[in-house]
C-alpha cells in the first residue's frame, strides 16, 4: 500500500551537509494530505529509533540544522542535514501511518566522523 525508498546516506565530515530523499508511492499517498505527512525517523545502533523532523517540527537535537522539504511532482521528501554533529553512525527513515498502519522505509545510513 505503500513504498517509501530511502537514499542518500554515507560518510560525512564534522560540519559537513547531506541531503537524504525518500521516494514515496502508493494508494495511501493519494490520500489528501498523506504525502505532506511523510517524516524523517534516525536509529543509531542499540537505541530506539527517534523522531527527526516533519512539517514544521523538528527534534531539538537537531533545531535549526536540518530542513524537511518536498518535491509533489516527484513525489519526493528530502532532507537537508547542515552542521552535522559527530554523532557516529544512525540510519534514517522516512514514515508514515495510515489506517491504523506505520510504514517505513528501509531506511539509509549517515556516518559523521573526522
Known amino acids: 500500500q505503500v513504498q517509501l525508498v530511502e537514499t542518500g546516506g554515507g560518510l560525512v565530515q564534522p560540519g559537513g551537509s547531506l541531503r537524504l530523499s525518500c521516494a514515496a508511492s502508493g494508494s495511501l499517498l493519494s490520500t489528501r494530505g498523506a504525502f505532506q505527512a511523510v517524516d524523517w525517523y534516525r536509529q543509531a545502533p542499540g537505541k530506539q529509533r527517534g523522531f527527526v523532523a516533519r512539517?514544521?517540527e523538528y527534534a531539538h537535537a537537531v533545531g535549526d540544522r536540518f530542513t524537511i522539504s518536498r518535491d509533489n511532482g516527484k513525489s519526493t521528501v528530502y532532507l537537508q542535514m547542515n552542521t552535522l554533529k559527530v554523532e557516529g553512525t544512525d540510519r534514517y527513515y522516512c514514515?508514515?501511518?495510515?489506517?491504523?498502519?506505520?510504514?517505513w522505509g528501509q531506511g539509509t545510513e549517515v556516518t559523521v566522523a573526522s
Open positions: 514514515h508514515i501511518a495510515g489506517n491504523g498502519v506505520h510504514y
Open positions: 512539517r514544521y
